[in-house]
C-alpha cells in the first residue's frame, strides 16, 4: 500500500486535565538521567500490588530450558495483554505480571516476550490464570515508557519467533532505542494519523517510507519533520484495533526501535570502514609479452 498523502498541519489536541501517569519504581540515582520514578511507601495504602510475599504461581516445569536462538521479533502484535501488578519483587527488582491468552500457550522460563516493544525474560508463569512475570531492570525503566503502566494497562505482546519463522513484519530486536512524545493525532476516514516528537539523535534514523517499530508494531514513517524533531505514521482500521498505540493520549510516551540498518551503516562509517576500501589498493598485474 502506497500513501501518497503528507500530513503537515497534524492536529494538535491541548490537554484539559492532567495525564494520569502513575509514579511506580524509585529508581537508582544516574548521572545520565534524573530519577522520574516514585514508589509509594508500604505502609501507606497503595493502588498497586507490590510484590512484597513470595509469588505463589507455580509453573508446570520449574527447570529452564536449554538455550536456543528466540530474540528476534517482526513487530507483528500477537494479542494486548493486561497489567495485573507491578512493583518491586522480593529479590530486590522490579516484576511486571500480566495476564494473556495467546502468548502463554507454550510460554516456558526463560522465553522472550516483546512487551510494548521491550524485549524481556519470563520468570514465573501460571497457564491455569494465564498470567506471567518477566523482570524489569532499572535502564530499562529509564529507556522506555513502561514506566508508565499501571494496573489494568493493556500492552502490546509477541512472542520471539526462531529463524525459520514467517516474518511478517520486519527484523525486531526489541532493544528500544528509546522513547517518543505523542503530540497529534487525528482521524481521516476510518484510519488514525500519529505524530510523535522524539530526540534528534533518534530522528536522524527515521526515514520517509522507512522501517520503525512502535510499542513493539511494525510501522511505516510517511513523512519526517526535522525542525519540529517530529515524524508521523497512519494506522489502519484493522491495526488500531490490535495495538495499545491509539489508546494513549496526547503528552505519553511509546517505545521506539529504529531500523537496525541504519545504526550499523552510521558505525561504518564513523569507524572509516570507507576511507580504508577507497585507500585499499589491488597488486599490479603485468601482462607477458
Known amino acids: ?14 490537554h484539559t486535565s492532567q495525564s494520569k501517569i502513575p509514579s511506580i519504581f524509585n529508581l537508582l540515582k544516574s548521572p545520565l538521567a534524573k530519577p522520574h520514578l516514585k514508589i509509594n511507601p508500604i505502609f501507606k495504602p497503595s493502588s498497586l500490588s507490590l510484590f512484597t510475599q513470595p509469588s505463589k504461581l507455580r509453573p508446570k516445569t520449574q527447570n529452564f530450558r536449554t538455550p536456543t536462538i528466540r530474540s528476534l521479533f517482526t513487530g507483528i502484535v500477537e494479542e494486548m495483554g493486561e497489567i495485573k501488578q507491578l512493583g ?21 522460563l526463560g522465553d522472550s516476550i516483546a512487551v510494548n516493544g521491550t524485549c524481556l525474560t519470563v520468570t514465573d508463569f501460571d497457564t491455569h490464570l494465564g498470567e506471567f512475570t518477566v ?21 502490546n505482546l509477541e512472542r520471539a519467533i526462531p529463524p525459520t519463522g514467517r516474518m511478517g513484519g520486519h527484523f525486531v530486536q526489541g532493544h528500544v532505542d ?10 481521516e476516514g476510518d ?14 534514523y527515521v526515514v520517509p517510507k522507512g522501517f520503525i517499530a512502535i510499542d513493539g508494531t511494525s510501522l511505516t514513517v510517511v513523512d519526517v519533520f526535522e ?18 498505540i491509539p489508546l494513549k493520549e ?25 576511507d580504508s576500501i577507497k585507500g585499499s589498493r589491488f597488486p599490479e598485474t603485468h601482462n607477458k609479452n
Open 1 to 14: 500500500m502506497v500513501l501518497s498523502a503528507s500530513l503537515h498541519s497534524l492536529c494538535i489536541i491541548p
Open 88 to 108: 518491586m519483587a522480593d529479590h530486590g527488582g522490579f516484576d511486571l505480571k500480566i495476564h494473556a491468552k495467546t502468548v502463554i500457550e507454550d510460554v516456558h
Open 135 to 155: 523482570g524489569l531492570a532499572p535502564e530499562t525503566l529509564r529507556k522506555t515508557s513502561l514506566s508508565e503502566l499501571e494496573p489494568g494497562s493493556l500492552v
Open 178 to 187: 528509546g522513547t517518543a512524545e505523542i503530540v497529534g493525532k487525528q482521524v
Open 191 to 204: 484510519s488514525l494519523w500519529i505524530k510523535v516528537k522524539t530526540d534528534k539523535n533518534l530522528l536522524k
Open 227 to 244: 525542525e519540529e524533531l517530529c515524524f508521523n505514521f497512519m494506522l489502519v482500521a484493522y491495526t488500531r484495533q490490535k495495538v495499545v
Open 250 to 274: 496526547i503528552g505519553q510516551k511509546v517505545n521506539l526501535e529504529v531500523d537496525i540498518l541504519g545504526k550499523y551503516v552510521e558505525r561504518l562509517l564513523s569507524s572509516g570502514f570507507v
